[in-house]
């Protein structure tokens, strides 16, 4: 399995601001992944972070609000930008091996915007 | 469209009573079904997946494609069962999980 560390674990931060979020892995990893779980509902997934090329959004994220970076195979960064109180949220990094292979979550960030 | 459906929030079952968790899904070819839970303070992490066809902590979970449901069971609840449960599938050749929107399982002594 692999080990995912994600910092920050929480912030609170004012309006307007942004949040990068870091997500570390102890080992190469195909596919990295983000996800935002509003206070109350599910995992949704926002981008598939693409080792060497953008990432790919799903419907209803761009990336001027989620700029995803992935320098390598084991780090990423996900940055929630001008931020508003809607985008209060768990926001969590998951790895897998490759494509029908396990995947593993981070411990997540825990995101208040006031 | 693809979707998962837990239609319950809220399981609250005795200790030593059977579970079920609900799940169906909409998907128009061949599923990858999964069970991931979160316990209290921890990430989330698999349960099991269909294709294991494995029994993890006394959980077990069937694919019925005529009802295109992946219920959660358990024959006999601890109280360590009590945590978050979601229903997930995935789609094509790519990892991408599609969530449903969680039960929270609660085991009583």
């Known amino acids: 399995s692999a080990v995912i560390s994600q910092k920050p674990s929480r912030d609170i931060c004012q309006r307007g601001t942004s949040l990068t979020i870091q997500c570390q892995v102890d080992s190469q990893v195909t596919m990295m992944f983000w996800y935002r779980q509003q206070p109350g509902q599910s995992l949704t997934l926002i981008a598939t972070?693409?080792?060497?090329?953008?990432?790919?959004?799903e419907s209803g994220f761009v990336i001027d609000k989620f700029p995803i970076s992935r320098p390598n195979l084991t780090f990423s960064t996900l940055t929630v930008s001008n931020m508003s109180p809607e985008d209060s949220s768990i926001y969590l990094c998951?790895?897998?091996?490759?494509?029908?292979?396990?995947?593993?979550f981070g411990s997540g960030t825990q995101l208040s915007v006031l | 469209a693809q979707r998962v459906t837990q239609p319950e929030k809220l399981l609250s079952v005795f200790k030593g009573a059977p579970v079920e968790l609900k799940c169906n899904y909409s998907y128009s070819g061949s599923p990858e079904l999964f069970w991931y839970v979160q316990y209290s303070r921890q990430r989330l992490q698999l349960l099991l997946r269909?294709?294991s066809r494995e029994s993890i902590k006394g959980f077990t979970a069937d694919l019925n494609k005529g009802e295109t449901s992946f219920h959660l069971k358990k024959p006999f609840a601890q109280e360590e069962d009590s945590a978050m449960y979601y229903c997930?599938?995935?789609?094509?050749?790519?990892?991408?999980?599609?969530f449903g929107t969680g039960t929270l399982l609660a085991v009583q002594p």
């Open positions: 998951s790895v897998g091996q490759g494509a029908r292979e396990k995947l593993f």
């Open positions: 269909h294709i």
């Open positions: 997930a599938l995935r789609s094509g050749a790519t990892n991408k999980l599609i």
């Open positions: 972070a693409n080792q060497g090329s953008e990432a790919t959004y």
